[in-house]
């Protein structure tokens, strides 16, 4: 299988001249294993976010792309290094699904983003619509978040559960990319969890420095 961050310069040079080609192949091996588990999650992001910009296989070759375009042909990143930076790439959006939400969408309703969010978008769509000098735009906002008014009594409805998911994996999704490197992710049919980093040495050790770096 042919992956295209290993032809980038970047890649090529920090494998160069280095000893030690079985620790490097294992480390080359692992992270296509990250790899191949991170591109499939990503397309779950289009899933659970439709609204989104592409968050896929190609986002991760862009980003590689352009930091093997910043680096240039001096600067180079040693093997671990590379994989530390590379994992980072794969793992700085991947949240933006309910894949890594154990109990999915109802651990994701009981936190305070969920509670919060709600109210505020129904908040902000009811001041707008009520505002006679903006009717169009308050209008348009009601229809996004679904918001009814009902004319006699101006009742109104809940927002779309889609538009504050969508709010609340946005605003949760930096924290949480910061624990898939070491914990489960659920598989599409919530019966059975996975590791997106799957050599148990490589997390194990990153679990140890991630926290000495908290201690």
């Known amino acids: 299988m042919r992956y295209t961050f290993e032809e980038m310069g970047l890649w090529k040079n920090g494998f160069h001249g280095h000893d030690h080609?079985?620790?490097k192949g294992r480390i080359v091996q692992a992270y296509r294993a990250f790899w191949d588990r991170a591109c499939e999650m990503a397309k779950r992001i289009a899933l659970d976010l439709p609204g989104l910009t592409l968050h896929d296989e190609s986002h991760f070759?862009?980003?590689w792309s352009r930091a093997d375009q910043i680096a240039g042909s001096e600067y180079q990143l040693n093997p671990l290094e590379l994989f530390v930076f590379g994992g980072a790439i794969l793992l700085h959006d991947a949240a933006h699904t309910l894949s890594v939400y154990?109990?999915?969408l109802t651990e994701l309703r009981a936190t305070?983003?969920?509670q919060d969010t709600a109210a505020q978008m129904k908040s902000y769509a009811l001041e707008e619509a009520e505002r006679t000098s903006r009717p169009y735009r308050g209008r348009?906002?009601?229809?996004?978040l679904n918001v009814g008014q009902d004319k006699a009594e101006k009742k109104y409805t809940e927002p779309l559960e889609a538009d504050i998911q969508f709010n609340v994996l946005r605003r949760m999704h930096a924290s949480k990319a910061e624990e898939l490197a070491f914990f489960s992710v659920v598989t599409p049919d919530r019966k059975s969890t996975y590791h997106?980093?799957?050599?148990?040495?490589f997390r194990n050790h990153l679990w140890q420095c991630n926290r000495l770096d908290r201690s």
């Open 61 to 63: 070759v862009a980003l």
């Open 140 to 144: 348009r906002l009601l229809r996004r």
């Open 196 to 201: 997106l980093l799957e050599d148990d040495t």
């Open 21 to 23: 080609s079985i620790e």
């Open 102 to 104: 154990k109990d999915g």
């Open 112 to 114: 305070s983003f969920w």
